[in-house]
């Protein structure tokens, strides 16, 4: 194909790269990943392969859900450094031919953003106040919440403000921490204001967003009881007109957003975070004139089973191009499990996205050689792909953190029954034999500590090993932009439905082998071997391996 770097369409079949800042690289030795870090750090993702590079926020916060509660929109974290370094990293990522997409966040602000201290200042009626979703409580004194709606971080979703002359107020909505006070989108206030941000930040050469819980800006009117408990961000609205997620009013405002992206010469791209019950619901996402792409999350939760893998690809492929918008692939967030461990134990019939799912220990073997072969198949299908930080190396999720230094509001929030995501979180391995493995400077540490066994999954370690995953991910890359049949387009299915082999082609001359049988299995004429995720026996293709092949 043509590299998706020239073009004005990239979006399209571009590999993108999350790098979770807190945890990609240190720069000024406090243990934390900053922009300084990234910047020294860029020849590693240029040397990957990569189109573009997408980052998680980097603006001023108290840090209660790991800065995905937003002090101020326009500005950076001086954890991370200043606008200065921003601009000059973004620079030199436009100097290496890639993109930059950086993530916004308008479901929620934190708790001290200037609007919600004004909202919180000027009493009841004001109009700070009408910029957020506050609400009177039931019961005689307004002692319980307005309704019966749950935080995706466990617990009610509302919080009860205490008055100036120290009364008991209204209480405001938060579907994530207390800490992240939901916004009033109906609010014309609200709708000027991020549009406004979005401008400032395109202004500065910022080539597209990504945008937190796109599905949940906008509330029912009168905020009806859920009439569930299950009030969980990541298994999507599977009713119909759910109060709070992935309502019809929400695409109104993309198209606005999106009406603010094409004023530009080189048109800024979208790509929501939308948990929806339906492939059908996402795809209403990016029909023509709202956003460009978005997540892919059946995929991501998809089991390693052939029949479950099978089918969320057609059933992705088949309603995207019904809008004509390409396929996103992930196998891997900063949200999630990494999929090396959640391919490291027996699949389940349902959905697979955290380790709380699974019962049994890891066979870590297993899940590797499986994540090598999830790496070819996503690579092969046809859109674009997301890479999680670390993935490239082969890391695991890391799953014995001790308590006391959790993070995630989730561990509060649940009453300490469930770890959350900082075990996605633990900083990179880059060179060395013991951590802090090159993360920062000589001498600091990492604000999660990294296991000792990853001396053998470090960068460097990997860098001159054939049969490395940062090897296989390399070639693969190369590979991807070097084959006119790979990226955007369609695929044709040569293995039949129900089989335990995965056999696709995409023209011209390419074809990718996945097999997910316990035997090995014969591989069909071919003329050459592009790239295998193991070693072949021969010309047999392993269990849980994969192979792309030229016809």
């Not at 308008?106 to 004001?126: E, Y």
């Not at 938060?174 to 400032?200: C, G, M, Y």
């Not at 891997?332 to 220990?361: E, F, I, K």
């Not at 990226?487 to 001359?509: I, M, T, Y």
Request: net charge negative.
């Amino acid at each position: 194909m043509d590299s998706a770097r020239a073009r004005a369409d990239w979006w399209r079949d571009a590999v993108i790269y999350q790098v979770y800042l807190r945890s990609f690289a240190d720069g000024d030795g406090d243990g934390i990943g900053d922009l300084a870090g990234l910047r020294r750090r860029l020849p590693h993702l240029v040397a990957l392969g990569v189109d573009a590079l997408w980052i998680t926020p980097w603006y001023p916060s108290p840090m209660a859900d790991g800065g995905y509660d937003v002090a101020d929109y326009r500005d950076i974290d001086p954890l991370f450094g200043t606008l200065d370094d921003a601009q000059a990293l973004l620079d030199e990522v436009h100097g290496h031919g890639l993109r930059l997409i950086i993530d916004i966040v308008p479901n929620h602000t934190s708790t001290a953003h200037a609007w919600f201290r004004r909202a919180l200042a000027q009493g009841p009626g004001s109009d700070a106040r009408q910029r957020y979703i506050l609400r009177p409580g039931r019961g005689p004194r307004g002692e319980e919440p307005p309704n019966d709606w749950r935080s995706v971080f466990g617990g009610p979703a509302w919080t009860r403000i205490t008055e100036a002359d120290g009364s008991p107020g209204p209480w405001y909505l938060h579907l994530f921490a207390p800490e992240q006070p939901d916004l009033n989108w109906d609010n014309p206030k609200v709708r000027t204001e991020f549009e406004s941000i979005l401008r400032f930040w395109f202004d500065r050469g910022v080539d597209g967003v990504r945008i937190d819980v796109a599905h949940g800006l906008v509330k029912a009117p009168g905020l009806p009881d859920l009439g569930s408990l299950d009030g969980k961000l990541l298994e999507g609205a599977t009713r119909e007109d759910h109060p709070h997620w992935d309502r019809e009013e929400v695409h109104e405002i993309f198209q606005g957003w999106r009406a603010v992206a094409d004023t530009y010469d080189e048109p800024r791209v979208f790509v929501a975070e939308a948990w929806t019950g339906a492939p059908e619901r996402l795809a209403r996402y990016v029909r023509p004139g709202e956003l460009h792409t978005a997540f892919n999350f059946d995929y991501l939760m998809t089991p390693w089973r052939p029949d479950r893998l099978r089918q969320v690809i057609d059933s992705s492929l088949g309603a995207l191009s019904r809008v004509a918008a390409p396929a996103t692939w992930v196998l891997s967030n900063h949200d999630v499990a990494r999929h090396v461990s959640r391919y490291a134990r027996p699949q389940p019939d349902g959905p697979l996205r955290s380790l709380s799912d699974l019962t049994h220990p890891a066979d870590l073997d297993l899940g590797t050689k499986r994540a090598r072969a999830a790496a070819l198949l996503t690579l092969a299908l046809p859109g674009s792909a997301y890479l999680y930080q670390g993935e490239e190396l082969g890391l695991w999720e890391v799953e014995d953190l001790p308590e006391d230094l959790l993070q995630d509001p989730t561990w509060q929030r649940s009453g300490h029954t469930d770890r959350g995501r900082d075990g996605c979180r633990v900083p990179l391995p880059w060179d060395g034999d013991t951590p802090p493995f090159g993360f920062g400077p000589e001498g600091s540490g990492t604000w999660l500590p990294q296991p000792q066994a990853w001396k053998s999954l470090t960068a460097a370690a990997q860098e001159q090993d054939p049969s490395s995953m940062l090897a296989l991910y390399r070639e693969a890359l190369r590979i991807r932009r070097a084959e006119p049949a790979l990226g955007d387009g369609s695929l044709s299915w040569e293995s039949e439905p129900g089989s335990d082999v995965l056999s696709f082609r995409r023209d011209p001359g390419f074809r990718c082998v996945v097999n997910l049988s316990p035997h090995p299995v014969e591989l069909p004429a071919h003329r050459a071997v592009l790239l295998a995720g193991g070693p072949l026996e021969d010309g047999r293709l392993p269990s849980d391996t994969a192979v792309w092949l030229a016809l």
